[in-house]
């Protein structure tokens, strides 16, 4: 256990009801009044979310990074076989990830910040637990004919020539090369790819009973941040995922680099370090329900 300042950090290990072991690591305010669930990007391990898990916690919260089961300390010894598709990351790990934080964090507001597809798993982990607000950035459909053009050329050559040839050499999608994340579950990925060839997106498979989801039932208000120069998680990508929330409550926030002292922030820049000003805006909303001023929001 390592105690820096007024924040202890703490690695725990998280059961899911289907009897998954998940790695997450809490980060412990001393007299906590928020806990804030960080839910991450697709192949992206939990340490990347440290710096900002640790400034939250040094402002009163306690709050859990997590690696969903298939990637960083999570990942089973058989990728290929493992069976893990989409949903799982909701409907299981983030259901027992936001069970474990309401334990250690008894009384506290229970809130998530959810980043890329961090976003859209909120709608699948069950609703028993009353979530008092979501904080979504980047996080938008991955329908490519709502993203930035330039983008296309990369995602049709991912999507069908070299995830395939992927698949076909070891079984599932490989860190390294093209793919900059975790290595990916090949279920995971055909569903990803099946998304993301349509502008209903996701919405087919859970009308068609597919998948089990709660969408109808998130009631908790929501603040989404756009990053302008993000060129997946666009304005109108995130709108259509705001948009399979019909019940609750949203909001909408576009940012420019500059108007977060940066040069570019992009799809994943703002969880690294010296992104404190948009960290700000964050603990604003989800500890006092604070809208951001300005950047488009609505």
């Not at 390294?176 to 994340?181: F, K, T």
Request: proline share 6%.
């Amino acid at each position: 256990m390592l105690k820096a300042a007024e924040v202890t950090v703490q690695d725990v290990r998280i059961r899911t009801e289907d009897g998954w072991d998940l790695a997450g690591t809490l980060y412990r305010a001393e007299a906590p009044t928020l806990a804030i669930l960080i839910s991450a990007g697709t192949g992206f391990p939990r340490r990347f979310y440290r710096h900002a898990a640790a400034y939250f916690a040094a402002r009163g919260a306690t709050v859990l990074t997590y690696d969903y089961r298939g990637i960083g300390e999570s990942k089973p010894e058989d990728l290929a076989g493992s069976g893990i598709d989409y949903p799982h990351w909701g409907q299981r790990d983030m259901s027992a990830a936001l069970a474990y934080l309401a334990a250690a964090a008894p009384g506290a507001w229970l809130t998530t910040l959810g980043h890329s597809i961090g976003g859209q798993l909120v709608g699948f982990a069950k609703p028993e637990l009353q979530v008092s607000r979501h904080a979504f950035v980047a996080v938008g459909s991955g329908f490519w004919g709502v993203h930035k053009l330039r983008n296309l050329p990369m995602e049709w050559f991912f999507w069908w020539l070299y995830g395939p040839l992927c698949l076909a050499r070891y079984g599932y999608i490989p860190a390294g090369g093209l793919w900059g994340g975790e290595a990916l579950p090949p279920e995971l990925f055909k569903t990803w790819r099946r998304w993301s060839g349509r502008r209903s997106y996701l919405l087919p498979d859970l009308e068609s009973g597919r998948y089990m989801h709660h969408f109808d039932a998130v009631e908790g208000p929501i603040c989404a941040w756009v990053l302008s120069d993000d060129p997946i998680a666009t304005k109108t990508a995130c709108e259509d995922t705001l948009s399979h929330y019909p019940q609750a409550q949203k909001h909408l926030v576009v940012r420019q680099p500059q108007d977060l002292a940066q040069r570019k922030v992009g799809h994943e820049g703002a969880f690294r370090k010296g992104h404190e000003a948009l960290w700000q805006e964050l603990w604003a909303w989800l500890s006092e329900g604070d809208l951001p001023q300005g950047g488009g929001g609505r």
